[in-house]
Every structure is written in structure tokens, then in C-alpha cells.
């Protein structure tokens, strides 16, 4: 499984647009990228999953460049509840062994 | 509701006591595994199970057991309890894209 490095921890404000960017310069011709959130004392919750290009769902975008070694978690405008630790994992497609790093403490601020 | 299930949620415990802590899931995911979660050393695997009959370690198994007779449930048994066991412990369900966190069990060996 590809290793990720992402930031330790960012701050934003309420109303902002917030990028997590985490990088898997190995990642394989067969991985996915994925991303959960986690609150205090609570399971990871899964956000959003994708190969190349542009993903959107309800709760964020998923941006990959062309060479898949980078992606940007997106999350528009953000609220104190979006505060909470962000994972990126690099998963191998219809395998479920997930491994996780220390994740992006995100806090949100008014 | 699709839910994993695990019990109980807080757990206090002596040295040697042996213990299980139960994880059921009503999605019937064939996937299922084990993490704790450590401050500064985030989600590590303990077990897994591709499905019935069939587990395997993950990064940290020692001191752990796991059964998977049937494919909704996954115990997670602590034969002889040690201090550093002392975790916040998720169990985790996985078809398709994302898995699905029970909310976690807070065990505490003494």
C-alpha cells in the first residue's frame, strides 16, 4: 500500500473554503484514493473516494492530477462542526485492507 | 439502519481478566476488521476477516484473538488483558467503496 503524507494540522475560519492536499508519490496503477473523517471518540466516517480527475458528492470534492502522486481533499464553506481529524488513504480497488496515518487535524474557527 | 454494532462502550478491567468485546454488523459485509487508536499513533489494524473462517493479523495482533464463525459478527477477545492495552478499539465493516465504524470501545486494564 502506497504511503501518504499530509499536514499535521490547518486552521480555517467559519464560510471558508478549506484543501487538504496529501501526497502518495507511489501509489499503483490499480489504487484509489480515499478520504474519511473522524470526530473525537467517534469511528471514521467515509467522505469521498476517487481514481483521476475531479469527484463530487454532497460533502466535498476530490481532486486528482493527471500523475495520481497528489490529491486535494476540497470542503466549501466550512462550519465549526466540520472540525475534525481528515485521513487520506490510498486503498488497492476491491481489496479492503486499509492502513492509516496520523490524518489532518482540521479546526475550524468563528 | 446499516450500522456496525459494538459492545459495550466503556470497559474497566483488571490485568489477566480475560475479555471480549463484541462487534456485529447488519450489512452483510463479507470484510470486516479491528483497529485501536492511540494518541500520536493513530488507527492501527489488529485484525482482519475477508470473510467467514477466514482472519488475519494485521500491523499490531499481539495480545489479541479474533473469531469469525458467522459473517455478521466479529469478537475481539483479550485472553489475558495488560495495561498496554489500554485503547479506544473501532470495528470496521467494508463493502464497495467505504468501511463502516462501530462507535468504538474505550477499554481500560488496570
Known amino acids: 500500500l502506497a504511503k501518504t503524507t499530509q499536514p499535521i494540522s490547518m486552521d480555517s475560519y467559519e464560510g471558508q473554503e478549506v484543501n487538504i492536499t496529501c501526497s502518495h508519490n507511489n501509489i499503483a496503477t490499480n489504487d484509489y484514493i480515499t478520504w474519511y473523517q473522524q470526530f473525537p471518540s467517534q469511528g471514521p466516517r467515509f467522505i469521498i473516494q476517487?481514481?483521476?480527475t475531479k469527484v463530487t458528492n454532497e460533502v466535498a470534492s476530490l481532486f486528482i492530477p493527471a500523475d495520481r502522486k497528489s490529491s486535494t481533499l476540497s470542503l466549501p464553506r466550512v462550519s465549526l462542526s466540520d472540525t475534525a481529524v481528515y485521513y487520506c488513504l490510498v486503498v488497492l480497488y476491491n481489496n479492503n485492507d486499509m492502513r492509516f496515518g496520523a490524518g489532518t487535524r482540521l479546526t475550524v474557527k468563528p | 439502519e446499516a450500522q456496525v454494532t459494538q459492545n459495550p462502550r466503556y470497559l474497566i478491567t483488571v490485568t489477566g481478566k480475560k475479555l471480549t468485546v463484541t462487534c456485529s454488523q447488519n450489512?452483510?459485509?463479507?470484510?470486516m476488521s479491528w483497529y485501536r487508536q492511540d494518541p500520536g499513533l493513530g488507527l492501527r489494524q489488529i485484525y482482519y476477516s475477508m470473510n467467514v473462517e477466514v482472519t488475519d493479523k494485521g500491523d499490531v495482533p499481539e495480545g489479541y484473538k479474533v473469531s469469525r464463525k458467522e459473517k455478521r459478527n466479529f469478537p475481539l477477545i483479550l485472553e489475558s488483558p495488560s495495561p498496554n492495552q489500554t485503547s479506544l478499539y473501532f470495528c470496521a465493516s467494508k463493502a464497495g467503496e467505504g468501511y463502516t465504524f462501530g462507535s468504538g470501545t474505550r477499554l481500560t486494564v488496570v
Open positions: 476517487g481514481y483521476k
Open positions: 450489512m452483510n459485509h463479507e470484510y
